[in-house]
């Protein structure tokens, strides 16, 4: 049974970026910056038929890419945390792919997903979505895209276009 989550991915500079921001937390085991992500929509542990069902549901996406930006650091688990997390600048388009994600689970019959509450970066340029799957581990990862959705219509700004990653 796949574990699965919709998700962006970070771009390599701005995972590297954030990873330099580690340390200070005695017994932490940090995810490796390959494997930092935004999620949009935790599924969980799913048959295959529900698989497959999420995954044709996601093709059918058409949006927009975006630009995003790591707006803050938090820390979850009070004086011992137990997780810290970049947070993005919530913008219209990243809460209505959230949005429209949200609903398309619940067209598959899963139940409505309650987020947990929500260091600023450079802006960076999300030109598509993908669905992950993640093993069982202790920690984070390792995570799996299964699938990707490129957004319709991808331009990118002139600052992005000799390091775009390829679709």
Do not use: C
């Not at 009070?78 to 689970?105: D, F, N, S």
């Not at 979505?129 to 984070?140: C, E, H, I």
């Amino acid at each position: 049974m796949p574990r699965l989550f919709t998700g962006l991915e970070i771009p390599p500079g701005v995972a590297q970026s954030l990873s330099s921001l580690r340390g200070g937390l005695p017994g932490a085991r940090w995810i490796d910056p390959e494997h930092y992500h935004m999620t949009l929509r935790f599924i969980g542990d799913v048959d295959d038929v529900i698989a497959h069902e999420v995954a044709s549901l996601l093709a059918r996406v058409r949006r927009q890419a975006f630009e995003l930006q790591v707006a803050d650091l938090k820390s979850f688990g009070g004086r011992k945390p137990r997780a810290v997390v970049a947070t993005l600048t919530p913008i219209r388009a990243l809460m209505e792919l959230q949005a429209e994600h949200e609903r398309l689970m619940q067209r598959v019959g899963l139940e409505l997903h309650k987020r947990p509450d929500r260091s600023r970066s450079e802006p960076f340029w999300v030109p598509r979505f993908v669905l992950f799957s993640s093993r069982m581990s202790v920690g984070g990862g390792p995570y799996v895209v299964e699938a990707a959705y490129p957004f319709t219509d991808v331009r990118f700004p002139m600052s992005e276009v000799s390091s775009r990653p390829e679709l």
